[in-house]
């Protein structure tokens, strides 16, 4: 008697119906919740013109955010790995909303590091990345750089809303601003990840072993890759493995010291230059479009390997960083939105294969605890970044030094990339 598939349970190679509601609720999640969270640098020029704050200082609450996160967000994917994941993630987007929500109150510096910094971080973690994608993986155990292109380009539309953003502040001010958008993201987001953020009820598809004819049938790499596959991947066993150390330490450059000090600095570097807070939020709009359309473009990583997509994607990034050298003023705004152009679109490929090289070496019940401890490799760099270029920035006066900690970071993490080379663990898999 044969037994057809309802589509509830995901098979190698087949994504159910239902496995696609919930990358579409994890897309909502991470655009809207993302959105609260960067929206931070359009609100720092106005609060620090508002209290006549150093750029440094105020630039705490952000690397304050970005650590708290990573510190907890191996706790977040255990915890997914563990309990329901729509508990997890609505309940974290209610506190970072409810934070956000808050800020439009605060008159103190160590208000902001509380709400923003501290409290709101913790939203974050709860319903960031890690919980995120440890939620949908199993439901793409073959289309992985898929899943995260989606989940990455949820990040690049919370960019794209600055300029939504700043026109909220330049109507309203940036209290009132902060204070509609945090409702509106709790009230609107929150029960849509309650009632459908679901794991599937059956085996994880991650951990399906791969196919015989997915592997080379000779030789040593034929040996490694089998070995490789045969463990079952904890936390532990990972943190004994260069490889994992390796993509740790470029999670650490690029997603920490390089995105995240663009992300809080790229308005404010536009506005010393002479542009309107309203055109640097729209160059940082342009540059969140194009992120979006360097995440999708990703998922050929699934077909191409990985490293072929990161390499050439982290070249171009490298270009628009050199694109910013040559902008000190506001004469040629075409070259404004080259630089998120080429930068945006090299950025954007970037982190869905970064992930997807963990998921594929990592996989198992224990991945989000593996990827939220990668995570915490991101978090501390973009703990540093933000403050740093803030500081560099009131000590020189420009944000050279920033630019060159910006190269430096892209290029070694290009090179870890490769080293870590998931090419020889993880072969691609042939069309069809």
Request: charged fraction near 10%.
């Amino acid at each position: 008697m044969s037994t057809t598939n309802t589509g509830s349970t995901p098979r190698p190679g087949n994504v159910s119906r239902r496995g696609w509601v919930v990358l579409g609720v994890a897309f909502l999640v991470m655009s809207a919740g993302f959105a609260l969270r960067n929206a931070f640098s359009v609100f720092y020029p106005a609060v620090v013109a508002d209290f006549g704050w150093s750029r440094g200082s105020a630039a705490i609450m952000f690397s304050l955010s970005i650590l708290v996160y990573g510190l907890l967000s191996p706790i977040a994917g255990g915890l997914v790995d563990r309990y329901k994941p729509q508990v997890l993630v609505s309940l974290g987007v209610v506190v970072l909303a409810g934070c956000v929500a808050l800020c439009s109150l605060a008159t103190e510096q160590w208000q902001f590091y509380l709400l923003y910094g501290v409290i709101g971080a913790v939203g974050v973690a709860m319903m960031g990345i890690t919980a995120l994608s440890a939620t949908v993986m199993p439901w793409f155990g073959r289309r992985r750089a898929l899943a995260f292109a989606v989940l990455a380009s949820g990040f690049g539309v919370s960019l794209v809303s600055a300029a939504l953003v700043q026109y909220l502040i330049s109507l309203y001010g940036w209290q009132r601003a902060l204070l509609y958008s945090g409702l509106t993201v709790m009230i609107v987001v929150a029960p849509v990840a309650l009632a459908f953020l679901r794991k599937p009820p059956a085996k994880p598809a991650s951990t399906i072993p791969m196919k015989a004819a997915d592997v080379p049938e000779t030789g040593r790499a034929a040996a490694e890759t089998s070995e490789w596959h045969s463990r079952e991947w904890t936390l532990r066993r990972a943190l004994k493995t260069p490889q994992f150390w390796m993509l740790w330490v470029a999670g650490f450059c690029q997603l920490g010291l390089a995105e995240k000090a663009a992300i809080a600095h790229q308005v404010y570097f536009f506005q010393d230059a002479g542009y309107t807070p309203m055109a640097a939020a729209s160059v940082y709009s342009v540059f969140g479009v194009v992120f979006v359309c360097g995440s999708l473009a990703s998922s050929v990583s699934d077909r191409l390997g990985r490293e072929r997509v990161y390499l050439p994607a982290c070249a171009l990034a490298v270009a628009g960083t050199l694109v910013l050298f040559v902008i000190n003023d506001a004469t040629q705004p075409w070259m404004a939105y080259l630089f998120a152009a080429v930068f945006g679109f090299g950025m954007g490929v970037m982190p869905p294969v970064l992930f997807a090289s963990v998921a594929d070496l990592f996989h198992g019940k224990s991945y989000g605890a593996i990827q939220g401890t990668v995570a915490l490799g991101f978090s501390a760099g973009g703990a540093i970044s933000p403050w740093l270029a803030g500081h560099l920035h009131d000590v020189s006066g420009s944000y050279h030094s920033t630019l060159f900690m910006l190269l430096g970071s892209l290029v070694v993490c290009g090179l870890l990339m490769w080293m870590a080379a998931p090419r020889r663990l993880v072969p691609v898999r042939p069309r069809g």
